[in-house]
């Protein structure tokens, strides 16, 4: 999605459903003006054997709230979730995310990464759920974030509810700023401050960048993020 700088509220909804078998892929860009309010919501659902991956990325708007939610209702189906985030000037991102095991065998794995600058503001929160009927389920769930500036702020909740005990998860988060000594290590080389803060951006964004499929044009991304700094 692009838009002007007028104000306006959009409220996209996407409803995603995996057939037997079936293979998903769903990429969404966010590029709007930043007088624009969006309030997303995505739902997903996978039958036996599916896979479905849902792709993120936001950039735009001034507050962009998304609700994405996976429920692998089929055994041995499989979700994705991927996003990259970047605000700055005083943009908002908020993300609530819910991978729902009600299956045998399932799995998902779930990484978004983001980085806030000047007064931006971003929050996630995440719940991995394994109902008890899903034994042997597996579910990953990793956010981190980067502070950019003094001013901005980032907030990371994952959560877990398990009702089964064979099943295999985990999640972590990170809020914080660059790492100084991989700074000083470029600078120490005599790479510029600023050209040695974007190279380690670029570097916390490759993994999350090299997981987007041909559609989110991930060079272009690698530019337009590279413009922010």
Known sequence: ???????SLIVPSVRIRAAQSARVTYVHINELGRATWSIGYQRASGERDSSIAT????????????????QLVGVGASAKQVALYFADGTQMHD???LQDHAAPRTRSDLLFK?????TAKSVYTGLIKIRDNA???????????LTLSSGAWAESVPNLEIETNDVKCS???????????????????G???EIAERLVVFGFFADVIDRLPAAAQPEALRERVGARL
Do not use: C, W
């Open 1 to 7: 999605m692009s838009g002007t700088d007028a104000r």
């Open 135 to 145: 034994d042997k389920a597996e579910a990953f769930q990793t956010n981190r974030n």
């Open 171 to 189: 999640h972590a988060s990170t809020v914080g700023p660059i790492d100084e000594e991989q700074r000083f290590y470029l600078e120490s080389r």
């Open 55 to 70: 792709n993120t990325v936001a950039l735009g708007g001034d507050y962009v709230r998304v609700r994405a939610g996976v």
């Open 114 to 118: 983001g980085a806030v600058k000047d």
């Open 95 to 97: 993300f609530r995310t």
């Open 191 to 193: 790479i510029r401050p």
